[in-house]
Nanobody, 116 residues
Framework: QVRLVESGGGVVQTGGSLTLSCARS????????MAWYRQAPGKQRELVVR???????NYADSVKGRFTLSRDMAMNTVSLQMNRLKPEDTAVYYC??????????WGQGTQVTVSS
């Protein structure tokens, strides 16, 4: 079983930067994909970025060129560096993992607020 814990959210001004971290426990070989999603109030949860077990990274068009995902094997984490933040980026950000079995796991979420 995989357990995910997000951290790093906060309040920043437009154009600022923030780094989110997803701490993972469980067997890495059982994980098919990991991803960051976000959900603003009253809106659907949307995919921000996903990385496959093969290392292929896919970004949403809205964040491409501004957000960068990285894996920290030693720390057992997946991080999201967010640059040039916009008010539209304001949301609760969730870490997601899908096991090879098809089981789906979510973290508790971390709030990101970008002020104008």
């Amino acid at each position: 079983q995989v357990r995910l814990v997000e951290s790093g959210g906060g309040v920043v001004q437009t154009g600022g930067s923030l780094t989110l971290s997803c701490a993972r426990s469980g067997t890495i070989f059982s994980v098919r994909t990991m991803a960051w999603y976000r959900q603003a109030p009253g809106k659907q949860r949307e995919l921000v970025v996903r990385i496959s077990s093969a290392g292929i990274v896919n970004y949403a068009d809205s964040v491409k060129g501004r957000f960068t995902l990285s894996r920290d094997m030693a720390m057992n984490t997946v991080s999201l560096q967010m640059n040039r933040l916009k008010p539209e980026d304001t949301a609760v950000y969730y870490c997601n993992a899908v096991e090879a079995t098809g089981a789906d796991y979510w973290g508790q979420g971390t709030q990101v607020t970008v002020s104008s």
